[in-house]
């Protein structure tokens, strides 16, 4: 012990080096904890799902425009079914109407109509979803864009669901 | 003099590269529950809840799989 050290170190001589000193038993048993915590975690997810869809109600429906408002190739935005939650309502022919969330399900970008290529575009990242079906066509998303269940009543179109 | 297997030095190697080769094993399945965790994540998020089930599965029988190895060490290495 150097002259340097506290005289409370002669009273507690510990020996850090082999105190910090992991052993391979230790470390596996540390490793045993965390696969536990993983295996929690995994189960914690589908609780959390579970509940969450018993809790979240139907989404009320919701007229969301009329027809005379969109021309064919044209596009409206609007909010469903909460304010934070933005779409696209599509007008793909006469009679013809889709609409999806904006939000990119990569990471949330809001993608744009692109009419002459008849897909949606996130500029993002570059990806680019089917305008019919709302699946991925290139890019890094890997889920298809929520689509907005549609009903048309007389001149009005009404949102009434989501699928994801 | 024959060194007999039994010989300290020999028992020792042994031991070390069966507890070396148990912790490699019990990481591998980390990664897997790794894995796992990720795509119960992923599917949650999708709207693809059918798959969470078999992971959460999966997962159970990765940990169950770790701690019969370290239970295994405990005991016998």
């Known amino acids: 012990m ?4 506290p005289h ?63 021309a064919i190739g044209g596009v409206k935005l ?20 889709v609409a999806y969330s904006q939000k990119c399900t990569h990471l949330s970008c809001p993608v744009v109509y692109r009419v002459r290529e008849q897909q949606l575009h996130c500029p993002c990242h570059e990806g680019h979803f089917a305008v019919e079906t709302g699946q991925v066509l290139a890019g890094p998303p890997r889920r298809v864009l929520p689509r907005i269940l549609l009903a048309l009543k007389g001149e009005d179109i009404w949102a ?5 | 003099m024959a060194v007999h ?21 019990v990481v591998a399945l980390l990664l897997v529950q790794l894995w796992l965790l990720a795509g119960a994540v992923e599917g949650a998020m999708g709207g693809e809840g059918a798959i969470i089930l078999p992971a959460t599965f ?18 016998r290495l």
């Open chain 1, 2 to 5: 150097a002259t340097s050290d």
């Open chain 1, 8 to 70: 409370w170190r002669a009273d507690f001589p510990v020996n850090w080096e082999d105190d910090h000193y992991v052993t391979r038993r230790e470390f596996t048993t540390f490793l045993t904890l965390i696969s536990g915590a993983l295996f929690l975690g995994t189960g914690l997810v589908g609780l959390r799902e579970r509940w969450r869809r018993r809790r979240a109600p139907h989404p009320a429906a919701m007229r969301i425009a009329q027809v005379h408002e969109i």
């Open chain 1, 78 to 97: 609007f909010h469903y079914p909460t304010p934070d939650d933005p779409c696209l309502l599509l007008r793909l022919s006469t009679d013809h109407f």
């Open chain 1, 160 to 164: 009434t669901g989501v699928e994801v």
């Open chain 2, 5 to 25: 297997n039994s010989h300290p030095t020999n028992h020792n190697a042994q031991r070390d590269t069966v507890l070396s080769l148990v912790t490699a094993f």
């Open chain 2, 58 to 75: 999966a997962s159970g029988l990765c940990f169950i799989g770790a701690w019969r190895l370290w239970f295994m060490l405990q005991r």
